[in-house]
């Protein structure tokens, strides 16, 4: 059943409409345009999709949306500075 989802990428507060087993991953890249999480073995092992859920690193790739909710992530793009 498709859901609101509610959280913050980057600094900024999202609401995307999605399936709660969707991963972390599809979202970022196909909702959101984050394009710098990237899914390379998409079992977790190679690290490509790493992403900071609340100051630690996970893996977006194993990360269901149901677990986001309410939550801080923070991809590649949002460490990138306009120098």
């Known amino acids: ?12 507060a999202v609401e995307v409409a999605t399936e709660p087993d969707a991963l972390l991953v599809h979202v970022l890249r196909n909702d959101l345009g984050l394009v710098g999480t990237r899914c390379g073995c998409c079992d977790g092992r190679c690290g490509s999709c790493t992403i900071i859920i ?6 977006a790739c ?5 677990a986001i909710a309410g939550r801080r992530v923070e991809t590649v793009e949002g460490l990138a500075h306009d120098d």
Do not use: I, K
């Not at 059943?1 to 900024?12: I, K, T």
């Not at 194993?62 to 149901?66: A, D, I, T």
């Open 1 to 12: 059943m498709v859901g609101s989802m509610r959280f913050v990428v980057n600094g900024r």
């Open 54 to 59: 609340d100051g630690a690193p996970h893996r």
């Open 62 to 66: 194993m990360m269901p949306m149901s």
